[in-house]
């Protein structure tokens, strides 16, 4: 959990900057866009042309430095003494790594830095460890701080945890300089393609997109019956992808939509089970995705819209497995859609939101035509806001211009802190060579089998996803666990989403379930029984990593033909399953809720798994047998289904 989302949780959002930290924020955070469109442009004004080190010096040195003001040391008085000292002193010496980072490649200081060079290092190490713990928490702080200096006594702890020993004044210069460190891939991906889409997506929201979303969800859905909580998944998906961050999701589209639901007969539990699970889900969903996706590019050495296609069906299995239990948790509950004239027409909301459709297509063509994924946030960006000015209701006034760049400022100094830290663990294994045995001690442990392994990533990924945020968990196990997922034989897409997806588990999952406990509190209803409503609502984000990391067809990885026809019995399985779960069949009827009721229930869970399970693989049974057993399965519950219910019609005004 990051210190921002435990800050919302508690309805403690960060208090308005003081005039000053306002100013140096705004100041810091136009540098800091500007210097990115620089170098990524290849600009070279004024003959100006960094290497990426120094750039990224620069970039990280800003945004930590701006860390200390927006998380001041003492939260209710701002930004103090302190925070403005241990600012200065994180400008100054990331302006001292950026000047000499010529000098420090050419020489190799990350190995043999000179005293000057190592007593920069270790301030700046410590500055990097208070900017992970103001802005990521307590929890995160002690983990990167405990793996940035294992490399220290590595070579008298036991097998398999030993490895190569760095005294800590060799040890802080590495961190620092080396590029396999705090500014290594973490970093760079910040700084070419993470950036970007921070400001893509903070300006999309400011300048009205966030409405926009939600009219087009609420003109598509809202009149079918259970429409409010369908509007959720929508808008909540939206959101979600825009913004990253599943706390913040909840907490604007829930306010919206969580009253809706409950106006319309949604129960408050269920209400902020449904908001908490469309708003875990946005973060997984392209085009934009979280930092998270942006990271795994880099690590992946992949362009950012392979990730986007690859994370698209597991995706639109998630959602469509959310909105089939909606479905049926409405059917049987006869709740009726939003009343005639409260949702918006479709005409109406496209005739407003006409210039956010051609912003997301300036940026897909240049994402997927052109291949231009680091620029074409900024494209897109640039004329977003050539429309909100020509838009007079949308236009930026100096105070509402300086509050998006201030926002900004926030999540970009949040994510660096984060990042710089985390880089940390991974310049620990790098350092130490720890990541490569370990990768053979979890290979070792799970013998020959495969599901074994994932099952031991699937437990890992969800306890560091408890106390890490999403990102910084994700680039623990990406250099801890991925290999041996790889190594044992599975798509390195698919392993690396797989882990993207049971670290988002916890979000909905109790004892932590942070997002159901954010909705619970709108909903006013009980965090834990919302946690575990959402658990069952949410089912298939527990199963869908298992179905495309043993079937890479799922992730688009994978003949045309073999796409369509393992998504179709996928997403079939997904309906099967999701009607188990709410025992309803849609269109059919109820499966019932005696003895009877739940062995059909049962019979139809295994029926879905069987159809979006992959053959030749552990069962030891190919596709068309799977895919015949769960036919064989589904034949009666579909029967009992059809012959107690009544066909209900999609549509209830």
């Given at each position: 959990?990051?210190?921002?989302?435990?800050?919302?949780?508690?309805?403690?959002?960060?208090?308005?900057?003081?005039?000053?930290?306002?100013?140096?924020?705004?100041?810091?955070?136009?540098?800091?866009?500007?210097?990115?469109?620089?170098?990524?442009?290849?600009?070279?004004?004024?003959?100006?042309?960094?290497?990426?080190?120094?750039?990224?010096?620069?970039?990280?040195?800003?945004?930590?430095?701006?860390?200390?003001?927006?998380?001041?040391?003492?939260?209710?008085?701002?930004?103090?003494?302190?925070?403005?000292?241990?600012?200065?002193?994180?400008?100054?010496?990331?302006?001292?790594?950026?000047?000499?980072?010529?000098?420090?490649?050419?020489?190799?200081?990350?190995?043999?830095?000179?005293?000057?060079?190592?007593?920069?290092?270790?301030?700046?190490?410590?500055?990097?460890?208070?900017?992970?713990?103001?802005?990521?928490?307590?929890?995160?702080?002690?983990?990167?701080?405990?793996?940035?200096?294992?490399?220290?006594?590595?070579?008298?702890?036991?097998?398999?945890?030993?490895?190569?020993?760095?005294?800590?004044?060799?040890?802080?210069?590495?961190?620092?300089?080396?590029?396999?460190?705090?500014?290594?891939?973490?970093?760079?991906?910040?700084?070419?393609?993470?950036?970007?889409?921070?400001?893509?997506?903070?300006?999309?929201?400011?300048?009205?997109?966030?409405?926009?979303?939600?009219?087009?969800?609420?003109?598509?859905?809202?009149?079918?019956?259970?429409?409010?909580?369908?509007?959720?998944?929508?808008?909540?998906?939206?959101?979600?992808?825009?913004?990253?961050?599943?706390?913040?999701?909840?907490?604007?589209?829930?306010?919206?939509?969580?009253?809706?639901?409950?106006?319309?007969?949604?129960?408050?539990?269920?209400?902020?089970?449904?908001?908490?699970?469309?708003?875990?889900?946005?973060?997984?969903?392209?085009?934009?995705?979280?930092?998270?996706?942006?990271?795994?590019?880099?690590?992946?050495?992949?362009?950012?819209?392979?990730?986007?296609?690859?994370?698209?069906?597991?995706?639109?299995?998630?959602?469509?497995?959310?909105?089939?239990?909606?479905?049926?948790?409405?059917?049987?509950?006869?709740?009726?859609?939003?009343?005639?004239?409260?949702?918006?027409?479709?005409?109406?909301?496209?005739?407003?939101?006409?210039?956010?459709?051609?912003?997301?297509?300036?940026?897909?063509?240049?994402?997927?035509?052109?291949?231009?994924?680091?620029?074409?946030?900024?494209?897109?960006?640039?004329?977003?806001?050539?429309?909100?000015?020509?838009?007079?209701?949308?236009?930026?006034?100096?105070?509402?211009?300086?509050?998006?760049?201030?926002?900004?400022?926030?999540?970009?100094?949040?994510?660096?802190?984060?990042?710089?830290?985390?880089?940390?663990?991974?310049?620990?294994?790098?350092?130490?060579?720890?990541?490569?045995?370990?990768?053979?001690?979890?290979?070792?442990?799970?013998?020959?089998?495969?599901?074994?392994?994932?099952?031991?990533?699937?437990?890992?990924?969800?306890?560091?996803?408890?106390?890490?945020?999403?990102?910084?968990?994700?680039?623990?196990?990406?250099?801890?666990?991925?290999?041996?997922?790889?190594?044992?034989?599975?798509?390195?897409?698919?392993?690396?989403?797989?882990?993207?997806?049971?670290?988002?588990?916890?979000?909905?999952?109790?004892?932590?379930?942070?997002?159901?406990?954010?909705?619970?509190?709108?909903?006013?209803?009980?965090?834990?029984?919302?946690?575990?409503?959402?658990?069952?609502?949410?089912?298939?984000?527990?199963?869908?990593?298992?179905?495309?990391?043993?079937?890479?067809?799922?992730?688009?990885?994978?003949?045309?033909?073999?796409?369509?026809?393992?998504?179709?019995?996928?997403l079939t399985g997904v309906a099967f399953i999701s009607a188990a779960l709410q025992g309803h069949v849609s269109l059919l009827g109820d499966l019932g809720s005696d003895l009877k009721g739940m062995g059909l229930r049962v019979m139809l869970f295994f029926a879905g798994l069987a159809l979006a399970m992959p053959g030749d693989g552990e069962l030891g049974l190919d596709r068309?047998?799977?895919?015949?057993?769960?036919?064989?399965?589904?034949?009666?519950?579909?029967?009992?289904?059809?012959?107690?219910?009544?066909?209900?019609?999609?549509?209830?005004?």
């Open positions: 959990m990051d210190e921002a989302e435990r800050r919302e949780i508690a309805g403690t959002a960060p208090a308005p900057l003081p005039a000053p930290a306002r100013a140096l924020a705004i100041a810091i955070t136009l540098a800091g866009v500007a210097l990115a469109i620089h170098q990524l442009f290849n600009i070279q004004a004024f003959g100006i042309v960094l290497i990426q080190g120094a750039y990224l010096y620069i970039l990280g040195a800003a945004f930590l430095g701006l860390a200390f003001l927006v998380f001041p040391l003492r939260r209710d008085t701002g930004a103090g003494a302190i925070d403005w000292a241990l600012t200065l002193i994180a400008f100054a010496t990331g302006g001292y790594m950026a000047a000499t980072a010529n000098a420090s490649l050419e020489q190799g200081w990350e190995y043999a830095a000179p005293d000057t060079a190592r007593w920069v290092s270790i301030v700046f190490y410590l500055l990097i460890l208070e900017g992970t713990r103001r802005a990521g928490g307590l929890v995160l702080f002690l983990i990167v701080l405990a793996f940035s200096l294992y490399p220290t006594v590595a070579d008298v702890m036991p097998d398999p945890l030993n490895g190569y020993a760095s005294p800590f004044w060799d040890l802080a210069p590495y961190h620092m300089i080396s590029s396999e460190s705090s500014f290594g891939i973490p970093m760079g991906a910040f700084g070419s393609l993470v950036i970007g889409f921070i400001v893509f997506g903070a300006v999309l929201q400011h300048t009205g997109g966030g409405k926009f979303f939600n009219d087009l969800a609420l003109a598509l859905v809202g009149g079918f019956r259970g429409g409010a909580a369908k509007v959720a998944i929508f808008a909540s998906g939206f959101m979600g992808s825009m913004s990253g961050s599943v706390i913040s999701n909840v907490l604007t589209t829930g306010a919206v939509s969580i009253p809706a639901m409950k106006r319309t007969g949604f129960s408050a539990r269920y209400a902020a089970a449904t908001e908490a699970c469309a708003s875990t889900g946005g973060v997984l969903m392209p085009p934009v995705m979280g930092a998270t996706a942006f990271v795994m590019a880099s690590f992946l050495s992949r362009p950012y819209v392979d990730i986007a296609i690859a994370a698209a069906i597991p995706s639109l299995l998630f959602y469509f497995g959310l909105f089939m239990q909606i479905d049926a948790y409405a059917a049987r509950r006869g709740l009726k859609g939003l009343a005639p004239g409260e949702a918006p027409t479709l005409r109406a909301t496209f005739a407003d939101g006409w210039p956010y459709i051609a912003v997301f297509a300036v940026l897909i063509f240049f994402m997927l035509a052109l291949r231009q994924e680091t620029l074409a946030p900024f494209y897109s960006i640039a004329l977003l806001l050539v429309i909100n000015q020509l838009i007079k209701r949308q236009r930026f006034t100096f105070k509402s211009f300086g509050d998006l760049v201030v926002g900004i400022g926030r999540a970009l100094a949040e994510l660096t802190s984060v990042l710089l830290g985390v880089g940390l663990i991974v310049g620990a294994f790098s350092a130490t060579g720890l990541a490569g045995t370990l990768v053979n001690e979890l290979v070792f442990l799970a013998g020959d089998s495969t599901l074994a392994l994932l099952a031991m990533g699937a437990i890992t990924a969800f306890i560091f996803g408890m106390g890490m945020t999403v990102t910084a968990c994700y680039i623990f196990l990406a250099v801890v666990l991925a290999p041996a997922l790889t190594q044992a034989g599975l798509n390195e897409i698919a392993v690396h989403l797989f882990i993207l997806y049971w670290g988002m588990v916890s979000y909905i999952t109790p004892p932590v379930a942070l997002g159901a406990f954010a909705a619970a509190t709108i909903a006013g209803a009980g965090p834990m029984r919302s946690g575990f409503e959402a658990m069952k609502l949410g089912g298939v984000i527990y199963l869908a990593p298992f179905f495309f990391v043993l079937n890479p067809a799922l992730v688009g990885e994978a003949p045309a033909w073999e796409v369509i026809v393992t998504l179709t019995t996928a068309w047998t799977l895919n015949g057993l769960g036919v064989a399965l589904a034949i009666l519950p579909l029967i009992v289904a059809r012959a107690t219910g009544s066909r209900a019609a999609p549509y209830v005004a």
